[in-house]
């Protein structure tokens, strides 16, 4: 195996392993279990979860206010088990990526880049939990797990070029401005959901597709997105207001109506072959993609935020994100990074 076919599979592997840290975020946070380890990067001074009576014990004690609830603290330390061996590839890809940087097929500040995301993102994961879950943090912290399973993505359709013959025939010019704006209205749209959900806001809207019975529900736009509220409170729950949070779900939900209509229209175009002839593919996986999303956004609302739907909300969002990614990747031209 030679080192450029060996950095390939470890970066599919890594998107792989990027994707199960992305969902299984979603499912620490959305299972309230996201403080189920009060310290970080062990779970009460322990690499695991304490289990003898004596561990737990002396755990209550350091941490009166966090008494070990096992169920929440394996879910939070399972997560961390994941993101520590998906960091460990990352560096792992940098270090094949110097070796063999004089390749001219090498992707060089790509991987190295990636390595500097994953210890910030390491320590926005640290920060997470001693800061107690502080809105900011918790959308930062998604939002640096997107970004790393997109880069690791895009190394990974450079280096195995799958959707070369996709590039036939396609209108290079349009696509990169329509598709680029897409990525933008995505990233846009996973920052709303992160910020409703890191403020506890998902059930604040309980009908659909008015919103507490009104088409315009009273809303607090200033509170709702005060970004810092100082260090020190406990942020599991929420702090803002009722007014503010409604405010946080309609704007989430306004920005779902964007996504639908401006994904709508790309996904249409690329169907028709609009944009270049070997595209209609990606159009009918966009469409089926966006159309599932916004299924799972609106069974969110309707069946009171059930776990499952919720993760796989989240899941799915990712997997609309990188089809961004990878029509990105098709209308701009490949150059090493």
Excluded at 44 to 60: D, I, R, S, W
Excluded at 291 to 316: D, E, K, R, W
Aim: aromatic share 10%; glycine share 10%.
């Amino acid at each position: 195996m030679t080192k450029e076919t060996l950095f390939a599979r470890l970066a599919l592997i890594a998107t792989v392993l990027a994707f199960c840290v992305v969902v299984l975020g979603a499912f620490v946070r959305l299972s309230d279990a996201g403080l189920g380890c009060p310290d970080w990067p062990g779970c009460y001074g322990h690499l695991g979860v304490p289990k003898t009576e004596q561990a737990v014990q002396m755990a209550n004690e350091l941490y009166p206010d966090r008494p070990v609830e096992a169920h929440k603290a394996w879910k939070e330390m399972i997560h961390r088990y994941f993101a520590g061996m998906l960091g460990l590839l990352v560096f792992t890809l940098a270090f094949i990526a110097w070796r063999n940087r004089r390749s001219p097929q090498q992707a060089l500040k790509l991987p190295l880049f990636l390595s500097v995301l994953i210890i910030f993102q390491a320590l926005l994961g640290m920060w997470t939990v001693t800061i107690k879950l502080k809105p900011v943090i918790v959308m930062l912290h998604l939002m640096g797990g997107m970004a790393t399973l997109s880069l690791l993505w895009w190394l990974t359709l450079r280096h195995l070029n799958w959707f070369s013959r996709f590039r036939v025939g396609i209108q290079q010019s349009r696509l990169k401005k329509l598709a680029l704006i897409g990525l933008l209205v995505v990233v846009g749209q996973i920052m709303l959901g992160g910020w409703t959900s890191a403020n506890y806001a998902a059930l604040h809207c309980t009908d659909f597709p008015t919103c507490q019975g009104k088409w315009w529900p009273q809303t607090d736009f200033g509170e709702a997105f005060t970004l810092w509220h100082g260090i020190g409170p406990d942020y599991e729950g929420g702090i803002m207001s009722n007014t503010a949070r409604v405010t946080v779900h309609f704007t989430h939900r306004l920005g779902a109506l964007v996504t639908f209509l401006y994904l709508g229209i790309l996904g249409v175009l690329l169907l028709l072959g609009r944009l270049g002839e070997n595209l209609p593919p990606l159009g009918l996986t966009l469409l089926a993609v966006l159309l599932l999303q916004v299924s799972l956004g609106i069974g969110n609302v309707l069946l009171s935020l059930p776990l499952g739907v919720a993760v796989a909300h989240n899941g799915v969002g990712a997997l609309l994100l990188l089809t961004l990614v990878t029509l990105n990747h098709l209308a701009f031209k490949p150059r090493r990074m």
